[in-house]
């Protein structure tokens, strides 16, 4: 059973650019997909991103697309999410997410990972 930490969250200007990270431990980290979702309050988690084993494939939100990028390393047991051109509706709790096997097609299902970290805060200011 792997576990989640975020880290790499804060406070930032519009334009800036920000690197989360998610550490796993207690698991083997090269069997597991991997996917950051982010949430405000009152509303449901909502899709960023996606890495498969070994970073051979990657899925983006729409919003996100061309601004973020998931990527991971298996050395380090460590998924990473590059924001850059932040804007202020990406301002959200950010989690990452893991399974050892998505379906293609839901990777955006959250409700289909087992396995979440306690999320880290990003803020985007105008």
């Known amino acids: 059973q792997v576990q989640l930490v975020e880290s790499g969250g804060g406070s930032v200007q519009a334009g800036g650019s920000l690197r989360l990270s998610c550490a796993a431990s207690g698991g083997t980290f090269s069997s597991y997909v991997m996917g950051w979702f982010r949430q405000n309050p009152g509303k449901e988690r909502e899709f960023v991103a996606h890495?498969?084993?070994?970073?051979?494939?990657?899925y983006y939100a729409d919003s996100v697309k061309g601004r973020f990028t998931i990527s991971r390393d298996d050395a380090k047991n460590t998924v990473y999410l590059q924001m850059n051109s932040l804007k202020p509706e990406d301002t959200a709790v950010y989690y990452c997410a893991a399974d050892l096997y998505i379906n293609v097609g839901f990777e955006k299902r959250f409700d289909l990972y087992d396995y979440w970290g306690q999320g880290t805060q990003v803020t985007v200011s105008s």
């Open positions: 890495i498969t084993r070994s970073g051979g494939r990657t």
